[in-house]
């Protein structure tokens, strides 16, 4: 198990020309914009896992970017249990 990226479509603020993320990962061609839905995307086999894309959309108070577990056998993100625990940390400032 391992951590990469993964952005939040709905917080990405890409389509009013933020690149932040793209900017700042050291891998080549690993976080990228789709010209479709003018979002951020992150190609799962090429992120390290270093967090800096996160650091920066965060210092940006977009907070699109979170770190999600990987199943290293099928490859998949694993958001059910980042998901549950945001619900969690929501319900705390109800
Ligand atoms: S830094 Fe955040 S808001 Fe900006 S393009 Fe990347 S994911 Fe989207
Ligand atoms: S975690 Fe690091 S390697 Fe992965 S997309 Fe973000 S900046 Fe790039």
Do not use: S, W
């Amino acid at each position: 198990m391992y951590n990469v990226a993964f952005v939040e479509d709905d917080k990405c603020v890409a389509e009013k020309g933020c690149r932040l993320c793209i900017l700042y990962c050291p891998e080549a061609d690993c976080i990228r914009l789709d010209t479709r839905k003018m979002k951020a995307f992150v190609v799962v086999n090429r992120c390290k896992g270093c967090d800096l894309c996160a650091v920066v959309c965060t210092a940006a108070k977009h907070d699109a970017i979170i770190m999600a577990p990987v199943n290293g056998a099928t490859g998949e993100i694993i958001l059910g249990a980042h998901k549950a625990e945001a619900a969690a940390l929501g319900q705390a400032y109800q």
